[in-house]
T-cell receptor
């Protein structure tokens, strides 16, 4: 069965610092992996997705994620945090077996001035 | 831009009431979804639909039903609301296959059951 684990329900960084949000997955078949962001009082929107092309995926707003099969990870990074990055971030995995997306528990990113 | 519209942002209902949550998308997407979002649990799939009048159970369908009479509209129904159904409900749609395509989400409907 597929699953997604996001390590850390809350992450706090200072403005300008590196952002690292961790995601590990389990999947018996090659996965499709996604990061979504949810700003306060809004729905989710896609940040980036991995679909077996390049292992380093670039997304919107300066975010990127690296697919590491050996570590079953898909961590999200951004070199320099902005105040506007404060939001909840969700990692998700999909497979052709189930035809569904499975979401992680979410990580709330706080950015301090 | 794709727009997914959920008819009610905030609802307050009493235990035992029947509740309808409506969702409309304007981009002719085949697939539509209802998720429930709770703190610490992420998003959990309630039901999804890949065509008009077609529906599939997700991971937590108990206590819910759905209706898709038209391609653009997907309704979630709580036949008899209970307090443990107090939650944020998110509707989403996608054009391509369920697991590879981008989901477009509505802004959510926050339901409180008293």
């Amino acid at each position: 069965a597929q699953s997604v684990t996001q390590l850390g329900s809350h992450v706090s960084v200072s403005e300008g610092a590196l952002v690292l949000l961790r995601c590990n997955y389990s999947s018996s078949v090659p996965p499709y992996l996604f990061w979504y962001v949810q700003y306060p009082n809004q729905g989710l929107q896609l940040l980036l997705k991995y679909t077996s092309a390049a292992t380093l995926v670039k997304g919107i707003n300066g975010f990127e994620a690296e697919f590491k099969k050996s570590e079953t990870s898909f961590h999200l990074t951004k070199p320099s945090a902005h105040m506007s990055d404060a939001a909840e971030y969700f990692c998700a995995v999909g497979s052709s077996n189930t035809g569904k997306l499975i979401f992680g528990q979410g990580t709330t990113l706080q950015v301090k001035p | 831009d794709v727009k997914v519209t959920q008819s009610s942002r905030y609802l307050v209902k009493r235990t035992g009431e029947k509740v309808f949550l409506e969702c409309v998308q304007d981009m002719d997407h085949e697939n539509m979804f209802w998720y429930r979002q709770d703190p610490g649990l992420g998003l959990r799939l309630i039901y999804f639909s890949y065509d008009v009048k077609m529906k599939e159970k997700g991971d937590i369908p108990e206590g819910y039903s759905v209706s898709r009479e038209k391609k653009e509209r997907f309704s979630l129904i709580l036949e008899s609301a209970s307090t443990n159904q107090t939650s944020m409900y998110l509707c989403a749609s996608s054009l391509t296959s369920l697991n590879t395509g981008e989901l477009f989400f509505g802004e959510g409907s926050r339901l409180t059951v008293l």
